[in-house]
């Protein structure tokens, strides 16, 4: 039976009552659960505004035909320009001009409704953002952080950026003082950034434990790395909330996450994944303080521990949000994301439970209410797809059509 949520509207027909949109004949997925039955989703404007077990009207009409709706995807971890191409102002105006129109689309094409950047330059992707919000760019809807903010040589400016002072001084801020760090968020506060993406440690130990390199096969050497100092954690997380933004942390290892999460970290980006999780406690810790985990697989797929540990959190109860770690050359922009489903009911997870983590618990990580539920107020991110995903989440590649902001956006064969 279904749910006594705000997900039904109505089981009543509206009768003559008109709305810009209905997708009929639908089973759903509002976020949480997939629901009994079949559904009529009616969308005025932006907005979904009913979902009936009754017929509705719509001055447009696409006919499910028993296939499945359920909120567009959101992917909470990308990197949107190209590291490897952008090495100057020119080079970033090409990649802007050439490359990253289509790489906008390839996530809509495959279902993602809205991405999440945690690591871009900064006057690049708040440009980016701008131009999507007012139409000017399609794409999906565009989240950011802003550059990440690092310990001084810290990863990535120590790491990947290396090579390239120009880019490394656009892609992250790399700070030694808590002065520093508060004097930083509080600019990218000020840019109206979306949240705030601090850079615990790039996988290395604690002092007086052996030496950790950074090593990623995607990038040629290894760099060995300092931690974020922790009194500089601390003034970045705590100047973060003063200023209302949820603070993600960078973290690979366990003593890392503890840190983190015990600063204040409202979420861990990767988690735990070049160690066991064999803390319990730290466990318990993310479950009292409601952190958010976001393993990105796609990424960290490599290290042998990290499926057992997405199962422990997921098993016991812990949030979890979808985030591939999406960067220039390697795979396909929004495939990614659909292999990052993937690899998560790979390591133990339940279908409904990563659809859950890559819409609802999506749109809870980026403080975004208003996104990844199918409910009457909810914004019309919705995909149309052809076979249940939460039977089977490879289903999510049976994309019929895409509709982003109660506007169709892709539409493959035709229904109606």
């Not at 008109?18 to 629901?35: C, E, K, M, N, T």
């Not at 220039?328 to 990563?354: D, S």
Request: aromatic fraction near 4%.
């Amino acid at each position: 039976m279904p749910h006594e949520s705000e997900a039904l509207a109505s089981t009543e027909a509206h009768g003559p009552a008109s709305y810009d949109l209905v997708i009929s004949r639908a089973h759903v997925f509002d976020g949480s659960q997939a629901l009994a039955g079949l559904y009529d989703i009616a969308i005025n404007g932006s907005e979904i505004v009913s979902v009936s077990t009754g017929p509705l009207q719509g001055s447009q009409r696409v006919d499910a035909a028993e296939g499945w709706v359920m909120p567009g995807l959101i992917d909470t971890h990308i990197h949107l320009y190209n590291v490897r191409a952008v090495s100057d102002l020119n080079a970033m105006r090409a990649f802007e001009e050439n490359e990253l129109p289509g790489q906008l689309q390839l996530f809509l094409n495959h279902g993602v409704t809205t991405i999440k950047s945690v690591g871009d330059p900064t006057d690049g992707i708040l440009t980016t953002r701008s131009k999507i919000a007012e139409g000017t760019l399609p794409g999906p809807r565009l989240i950011a952080t802003g550059s990440g903010i690092t310990g001084r040589d810290g990863h990535p400016a120590a790491t990947i950026f290396s090579g390239s002072p120009w880019a490394r001084d656009r892609w992250t801020g790399e700070v030694d003082s808590v002065q520093q760090i508060r004097d930083l968020v509080h600019h990218l506060a000020d840019r109206k950034v979306d949240a705030i993406k601090l850079l615990s440690e790039g996988a290395c130990a604690h002092s007086g434990e052996p030496k950790y390199f950074w090593q990623n096969p995607a990038f040629p050497g290894s760099v060995e790395l300092e931690r974020l100092p922790l009194d500089l954690l601390r003034a970045g997380i705590e100047t973060g909330h003063d200023r209302g933004l949820r603070v993600t942390v960078h973290t690979t290892q366990q003593a890392a996450a503890r840190e983190a999460i015990e600063a204040g970290a409202d979420g861990l980006e990767h988690g735990v994944t070049v160690e066991p999780l064999t803390d319990h406690s730290l466990i318990d810790l993310m479950l009292e303080r409601g952190v958010t985990y976001t393993p990105t697989l796609w990424i960290d797929d490599a290290h042998p521990d990290a499926r057992g540990n997405l199962k422990k959190v997921a098993e016991a109860g812990v949030h979890i949000a979808l985030g591939s770690d999406t960067f220039n050359g390697r795979g396909l922009f929004g495939a990614n994301t659909l292999e990052e489903a993937e690899l998560m009911v790979a390591a133990g997870m339940t279908p409904t439970q990563v659809l859950a983590a890559g819409t609802s618990g999506a749109s809870r990580q980026c403080v975004r209410p208003d996104l990844g539920t199918v409910a009457p107020g909810k914004r019309a991110d919705l995909l149309v797809l052809d076979a249940d995903p939460t039977a089977d989440i490879s289903s999510l590649r049976d994309l019929s059509m895409v509709i982003l902001n109660g506007r169709p956006a892709v539409d493959k064969p035709a229904r109606r």
